[in-house]
């Protein structure tokens, strides 16, 4: 079992920035790879960006891309998401999820919900005028 816990979300204006972190807990933590996903009402979850579980890949989706940045630091368990230049259209519950990395055979496999076996609570981000 992995616990994952969310932080960071908030309320803020469009161009502003946040960094969500994923905090783990359980199993080793570089067993997985981890991913945010995001969920805005009435649609579904969606990918945002993953990273291996060394952190030697990386994928963003490309609606975030040259905005977003996922990184991770294995000696604290814990997993970040930097959003700069933050729109409208970004305002959803965030998630992270873990992938065990037996299952990761690509650096594309990481985009797929599917792939994630356990979720965080998620975190509200809202970005309005």
């Known amino acids: 079992q992995v616990q994952l816990v969310e932080s960071g979300g908030g309320l803020v204006q469009p161009g502003d920035s946040l960094r969500l972190s994923c905090t783990a807990s359980?199993?080793?933590?570089?067993?997985?790879?981890m991913g945010w996903f995001r969920q805005a009402p009435g649609k579904e979850r969606e990918f945002v960006a993953a990273?291996?579980?060394?952190?030697?890949?990386?994928l963003h989706a490309d609606s975030v891309k040259g905005r977003f940045t996922i990184s991770r630091d294995n000696p604290k368990n814990t997993g970040y998401l930097q959003m700069n230049s933050l729109k409208p259209e970004d305002t959803a519950v965030y998630y992270c999820?873990?992938?065990?990395?037996?299952?990761?055979?690509?650096?594309?496999?990481?985009?797929?919900?599917?792939?994630?076996?356990?979720w965080g609570q998620g975190t509200q981000v809202t970005v309005s005028s």
């Open positions: 999820g873990a992938a065990p990395r037996t299952t990761i055979p690509t650096v594309q496999a990481m985009g797929a919900l599917a792939r994630y076996q356990y």
């Open positions: 359980g199993r080793t933590f570089s067993s997985y790879a």
């Open positions: 990273i291996s579980w060394s952190g030697g890949s990386i």
